[in-house]
């Protein structure tokens, strides 16, 4: 690990001050992804500001009956709420779904939606990476691509973006809420936070430099049965092959969002209009355009599948 400078900041005009004032410097959190690739060199911030004193760790109800989730929650914490699971149950199982409890204790909301590829190529820096070093190439195009992308990829990118409780938000709508160093606010809709990989993978949100992440905001509830289904190649500390995850209303209709197949969350609100017709009906609407490996075909009749067993759990 690369040596660095330290600091915790009390305000959130401060961290952006702080991010101004040195262009190599990273916000930390509960760092359960930032310390691991510090380790490793695939960051090297020269300084990190401590956000934990910024207050953001509280759920709160907002006006028209939905939850502000500050960005300092604790996975853990998110998912035990009653709140949570009793309006939002999509978003605690997709929780509970990842990582360990350790790290749940630790791992805050916006770092969740924060974290980078678990793409094994990514993580060798004697392999070229687009994401890692910007021109270098994609050592996985060619490669082992089992746990790759299928679908949303490009010539210089095939990796997926591992987060769980991302594909929960991005079924419920969610909007990300953003602090930027000139004092303005923005919303961010779920759906235009994490790009997909183009020219430049290694820009991985819409995120500008020194905006920070102050909350996420859920809508009103939906009702409906929530379900969160994850297929891996072991029972735990794994990252999705492929998951579900859909909210699935008394008449058949609802939305659905997937995991383990693109750069970023995937959802196609026009496939949602075939979930009274059944998952392959779904799944061809989701999955138009895919172009997978000979090693991660099978993804595509495994999100069909996945899909028909959620809806037919849905039915009870």
Known sequence: MKSFTYEKV???????????????????????????LMKLEIETPSHLIDVNGLGFDKIEPTSDGGLRIGALVR??????????????????????????????????????????TRCPYFYDTNQPCNKRNPGSGCAAIGGVTRQ??????????????????????????????????????????????????GDTPHIETTLTSGELITSVTLPKPVGGTHIYRKVRDRASYAFALVSVGAIVQRDGTGRVAVGGIAH?????????????????AVAAHLLEGASPTKENAFKLSLVERTLGAVLTEAKG
């Open 75 to 116: 996975n853990t914490a998110l998912a035990a709420d009653a709140r949570i699971r009793r309006d939002y149950g999509l978003l605690s199982r997709a929780l509970l779904a990842g990582a360990s409890g350790q790290l749940r204790n630790k791992a805050t909301t916006a770092g969740n939606l924060l974290q980078r």
């Open 264 to 280: 970023k969350p995937w959802r196609v609100e026009a496939a949602e209009a075939e979930m009274p017709h059944g998952a392959k």
């Open 148 to 197: 790759h992308a299928v679908i949303g990829a490009s010539d210089a990118c095939i990796a997926t973006h591992p987060s769980d409780m991302a594909i929960a938000m991005r079924a419920l709508d969610a909007t990300v809420q953003t602090a930027r160093p000139d004092g303005s606010i923005r919303d961010i809709p779920i759906a235009d936070l994490h790009r997909l990989p």
């Open 10 to 36: 009390s305000s959130p005009a401060a961290a952006a001050s702080a991010v101004v004032s040195n262009s190599n410097a990273k916000f930390i959190a509960g760092g359960t992804n930032l310390l691991d």
